[in-house]
């Protein structure tokens, strides 16, 4: 009985899937990771495809990869489907199809584990009200609390000596286990760069305002880990100070997109702190880079300048243009808070010779985001900043035109922007237009930022209340949009 039983519960050894093989050719797993990386950004997505992903897809272990993977794989070559490539159907491997084909009871006589994810990290089961653009749980339904915003599950595994238990960004509390002096490995490693990417990716669809508070579970783990744990080898080690100073950042942008300054301050100072003690140039760039961003929005602009060159001195030792690019942005935007349109437009003209290099394998994972739209938003708010609301208008016009409109969060503030400089422009209608095209939005987006930016809208358009269009934006901004 006991090895009829043990015999039920054996799994099948991966069959290695030379489809993808075929499809990488000549080239080396190292040089074919950096191609899925370089056709991620093309399409916005985010992945982190280093080699030894290649070789667990090429090995059998991953058999159907995640939702981003896919998108990118079917962008790479058009005309195949994921089983052309070699990977097993989705429905037989998740969700119920995998359950009943394992059967509804395992031989303990307990219902069986849910199958593993596509990706093998991690990734939660089927859902019936799953996110389609990073396959994580939204919610079962309307008895869902919107502030608390039931989107991120498992965000951490359990599995390894130390064992960070319960980790979910859902309604619970995240509790971490860390016995004695664990060794912390690939596993607890890699839950916490899952967690900074479902939480970027969770961002760009519905805002900061329902995650902050979950997200900061983690962010406690994660540190719990650094201070409790000691890691086989020094690699390992650099990438738990890496993924903690990234999942601070992630959870200090949540704060502050949500008003709370001072939150995000104190979470991109740990940030900062936690490059330094690494010796993480590039986490460093990344923490001057929202700091900047930070104190430009809380009125302190010579901050901005500061910790934006700063930011750059740092990010010299990357080599990512696109880096540079950015934290020359982020200057500019501090000078126009200064009202220095000399130093703001030199600053403009460094980023756009930086933005023309294009992008390069050097480039961060946590910059997807930064594509020409978010290049026409950030030189739309300085030139708001410096009140040449006309220009800015044309900038942020553009800025939402270009916009993926998959990223509905970004293209909710680019339309609030647009709507905040068409009516100081002297454009009401237009303004109103654009306000109400933000609104359309806001079931989808939680955001403080723009919600305030849109309340600051409503103020200079109610001279004109009595045009229709002015009229029907002031109406439907007062009522309660639906959750």
């Known amino acids: 009985m006991a090895s009829s039983s043990k015999a039920s519960r054996a799994v099948a050894p991966p069959v290695p899937n030379l489809a993808f093989r075929r499809l990488r050719g000549h080239r080396s797993p190292n040089e074919f990771a950096t191609v899925v990386r370089r056709a991620a950004r093309e399409i916005g997505e985010q992945v982190s495809c280093d080699a030894r992903y290649i070789g667990r897809v090429e090995s059998g272990e991953i058999r159907c990869p995640n939702y981003a993977y896919e998108r990118v794989f079917l962008h790479m070559f058009p005309g195949l489907a994921l089983t052309d490539m070699g990977f097993t159907a989705r429905e037989q491997v998740r969700g119920r199809g995998a359950r009943n084909r394992a059967g509804t009871v395992s031989a303990s006589g307990r219902p069986p584990r849910p199958p593993q994810a596509p990706d093998g990290a991690g990734e939660p089961a089927a859902h019936p009200n799953h996110h389609p653009c990073c396959s994580l749980p939204l919610g079962s339904g309307a008895g869902d609390s919107d502030e608390e915003s039931d989107v991120l599950r498992r965000a951490f595994m359990t599995s390894g000596s130390a064992t960070v238990a319960a980790a979910s960004l859902g309604p619970g509390a995240v509790s971490v286990s860390v016995p004695g002096r664990p060794r912390v490995g690939e596993t607890e490693v890699r839950a916490v760069e899952e967690a900074v990417r479902r939480i970027r990716l969770l961002d760009d669809r519905h805002g900061a305002a329902g995650l902050y508070r979950q997200a900061a579970k983690p962010l406690r783990a994660a540190y719990a880990l650094l201070d409790a744990g000691t890691t086989a080898r020094r690699s390992t080690e650099e990438r738990l100070h890496a993924g903690a100073g990234e999942l601070a950042i992630s959870v200090g942008w949540l704060a502050h997109d949500s008003g709370r300054f001072e939150d995000a301050r104190s979470h991109y100072a740990e940030a900062l702190a936690t490059a330094r003690v690494a010796g993480d140039p590039g986490l460093e760039a990344h923490a001057f880079c929202n700091t900047s961003f930070l104190a430009r929005d809380a009125g302190r602009p010579r901050e901005a300048v500061r ?108 339309r609030a922007e647009l709507a905040a400089d068409l009516a100081r422009a002297g454009a009401p209608d237009e303004a109103a237009v654009a306000g109400e095209q933000v609104l359309d939005l806001l079931g ?3 955001s403080s930022r723009i919600e305030s930016m849109l309340a600051d809208t409503a103020k200079v358009l109610r001279p004109h209340g009595r045009t229709p269009a002015v009229a029907s934006f002031l109406r439907r901004r007062t009522t309660p949009h639906p959750a």
């Open 307 to 414: 910790t934006a060159q700063a930011g750059q001195r740092a990010a010299r030792q990357v080599a990512s243009p696109r880096l540079l690019s950015l934290l020359a942005l982020r200057e500019a935007g501090g000078w126009a808070g200064l009202g220095d349109r000399a130093s703001c437009e030199q600053s403009l003209a460094r980023a756009h010779a930086y933005f023309a290099r294009g992008a390069s394998s050097t480039d961060p994972e946590w910059m997807s985001f930064f594509a020409e739209p978010e290049l026409e938003a950030l030189q739309a708010q300085c030139w708001s900043a410096l009140g040449e609301w006309s220009r800015a208008a044309r900038h942020a016009q553009r800025a939402a035109t270009l916009q993926d409109r998959r990223f509905t969060r970004n293209l909710a503030l680019y």
């Open 444 to 446: 989808e987006v939680r």
